[in-house]
């Protein structure tokens, strides 16, 4: 049985927690088992529905007081109770922030090896692995893949967001067991203790737009985004940002692009600023056209987009807005 | 009086083109520069100003070569006391191997009377990407562990720690002695001083050999990412390329 966190919110799985269950899938090929899901908290509103459209059979959901609040140590504590009960062979979850810290949880707590950011699974170059899982991850930042060998006790894993497309299969019918966990009290210490809500999610008029202005570090601080979200605002479209923006705190999360952000795939990607890091890449690769603007001509966005001008945000930007107004009179 | 550890690893600075060495197993050091993610460097700066404000002391730890002395050098002039290396090719350490070794050093330190009350480590190594030292560095030594977090303070017994979630800012608050994952962003890293500098070079550094075998990492090979011949349309420079890219996006369709 290959065992995938799901991760929800208001509108039911999230995206790269469909991946992880394709991913999933892909592995059961292997092991011939079923796919099950632990949910830990709420369950929304047709989540079973939409995971049994993925594929998963049983749906493991975990209730009681300890999973009010979120925390690395009591969501694993959850997940080490479906693996002991039903023998899972692997452990897979999104490459999240929280998928990527229960999953270390649950290595540390089965003293068993983790593989963070896998993208695919080895191929079987006839060497022999022991029985082991081969996979494929990210490391160095994305410039170089390694393979790695996963033993099975169960193979702990998570998913890069957007290696893989969630793809949906003929539903099957998925069962639901709930249980109640017992959780240490020393797991409960490090839950959250308060959350200061965001300013709302607009992620989905970034997800929908036909056109997505985006912006890296090249903006160069908090105050250089401006031209951009003004040439957004002329094409009706929606500003995107690189992870290193809003690590700095110069913009919310929401607006971020790639594999610990949104994927996007707009008829048009204004990349300005932007490296085109690997991890961006996986959330703007399906766009159709992509224009970079970057003063390095051997920037990966700049070799990669289909158009690029070679120059400074700052300049190029309002000057291609000035044009656009001047066209419209 | 807190007394924090910070823990940091000499990584290879891939920014630009990377080769890998003839068996596949490193990346190829004589191109590269080597550094310390931008997560440790938010580390040690978050040691150094708790320590600050509490009186205390931070001590500074490395797994790494002889040359990663380097990194713990920088450490030190931007305020940490003292430092500890672990002398071994981390190449061959998986990160349950680096966490028992770690944990031996907090251990020793212990018995000798001086408890790191907080571990402060980066979320994420910059080559490995294994995303758990942290964590299981926390069950090695049976304490609590937040992860992700870009400010931590300390008060009284207690450390308070923030970071994104995915609904908001969450706050985290656990009991001494802990252990705390950093995210870069919440705290610019300080330059050295040029005294500061000088006083590091003078603070001695502990040297410590490896106490267990290490068990591996699993690594059977790195590959690199083929490269994609580039395709792309350079539609100009500058300022002056403003009516060939608006000619493009009318031809898109995206705009009148
Ligand atoms: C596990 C993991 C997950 C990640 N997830 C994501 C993710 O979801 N999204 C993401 O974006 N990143 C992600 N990253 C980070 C990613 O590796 C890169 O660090 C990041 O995308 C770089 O952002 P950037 O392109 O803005 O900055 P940089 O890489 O610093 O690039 C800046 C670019 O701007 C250009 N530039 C500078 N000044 C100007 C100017 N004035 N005008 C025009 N061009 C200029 C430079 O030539 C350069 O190409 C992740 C990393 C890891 C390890
Ligand atoms: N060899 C090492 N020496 C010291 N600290 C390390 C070492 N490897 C990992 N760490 C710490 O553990 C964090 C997470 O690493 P990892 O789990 O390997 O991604 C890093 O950001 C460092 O703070």
Redesign the pocket.
């Known amino acids: 049985m290959i065992l995938t966190v799901v991760q929800t919110d208001a509108g039911g799985a999230t995206e790269v927690s469909l991946e992880a269950v394709t991913f999933a899938r892909a592995l059961a090929k292997r092991t011939l088992g079923p796919v099950h899901a632990l949910v830990v908290g709420p369950l929304p509103d047709g989540l079973v529905d939409q995971l049994a459209g993925h594929g998963v059979v049983e749906v493991h959901h975990a209730t009681g007081d300890a999973f009010s609040a979120y925390g690395g140590a009591v969501w694993a504590a959850a997940v080490q109770a479906v693996v002991a009960a039903a023998d899972a062979d692997a452990v897979v979850a999104p ?1 999240t922030p929280r998928g990527l810290e229960v999953m270390a949880h649950l290595a540390a707590r089965l003293d068993v090896p983790m593989a ?2 896998v993208v695919g699974l080895g191929e079987d170059d006839g060497g022999d692995d022991g029985g082991a899982l081969r996979v494929v991850r ?1 490391v160095m ?2 410039a170089a893949l390694e393979e790695m060998l996963l033993p099975r006790r169960p193979a702990v894993l998570t998913v ?2 957007h290696a893989v497309e969630a793809e949906q299969v003929p539903p099957v019918s998925a069962t639901v067991t709930e249980f109640s966990p017992e959780v240490a009290e020393a797991d409960l210490v490090t839950r959250v203790v308060s959350t200061e809500p965001a300013e709302p999610d607009l992620s989905g008029a970034l997800t929908s737009a036909r056109v997505v202005v985006g ?6 601080g908090a105050a250089g985004f401006g031209d951009v979200a003004e040439l957004a605002e002329l094409l009706g479209g929606a500003l995107g ?5 809003t690590s700095m705190g110069w913009r919310p999360h929401h607006e ?6 949104s994927r996007i795939s707009p008829d048009l990607y204004i990349a ?9 890449w ?2 703007c690769a399906s766009s159709k056209t992509i224009l970079a ?4 001509e051997n ?1 990966p ?2 070799t990669k987009a289909t158009y690029a001008v070679i ?4 300049e ?1 930007v309002p000057a291609i807005n000035a044009e656009i107004r001047r066209r419209r009179g | 009086m807190t007394d924090v550890l910070v823990c940091i690893k000499r990584v290879p600075d891939v ?1 630009g083109e990377v080769l890998l060495t003839p068996d596949a197993q490193a990346i190829d050091a004589r191109f590269v520069g080597f550094t310390v993610s931008a997560h440790e460097n938010c580390a040690v700066e978050l040691a150094v100003r708790i320590a600050a404000a509490t009186g205390g002391t931070a001590t500074v730890l490395t797994l790494g070569p002889e040359a990663a002395v380097e990194q713990l050098r920088a450490a030190l002039a931007v305020g940490c006391a003292a430092a500890v290396h672990i002398d071994a090719d981390p190449l061959g350490f998986g990160p349950a191997d680096v966490v028992r070794e770690i944990a031996a050093v907090v251990e020793t330190h212990a018995a000798e009377g001086r408890t790191h009350d907080l571990v402060l480590l980066g979320n ?1 190594a ?1 080559d490995t ?1 294994d ?1 758990q030292v942290g964590v299981r560095l926390a069950y090695a030594l049976g304490r609590p562990v937040v992860n992700g977090v870009r400010t931590v303070e300390v008060d009284g017994g207690v450390v308070t720690a923030r970071g994104d979630g995915p609904d908001g800012v969450e706050t985290f608050a656990v009991p001494l002695p802990a252990v705390v994952t950093v995210l870069e962003g919440g705290v610019e890293p300080r330059y050295p001083s040029v005294v500061g500098r000088m006083k590091a070079k003078k603070i001695p550094i502990e040297t410590v050999a490896p106490r267990h075998e290490p068990r591996g990492a699993g690594r059977v090979r790195l590959t690199l990412p083929p490269a994609q011949p580039s395709t792309v349309e350079v539609l100009g420079s500058g300022p002056d390329a403003a009516p060939s890219v608006v000619d493009l996006l009318q031809r898109l369709g995206v705009t009148r």
């Open positions: 490459g963070a950011n990210q930042g994305g890069a967001g912006a890296g570090r090249g903006a160069g940002v690189s992870r290193v923006v971020q692009i790639g594999q610990t952000g300005c600023g932007i490296s085109g890091a690997i991890q961006h996986a959330g603007v970057n003063t390095d920037a966005m700049v120059g400074d945000m700052h190029v | 920014a994420d910059a990407g995303f």
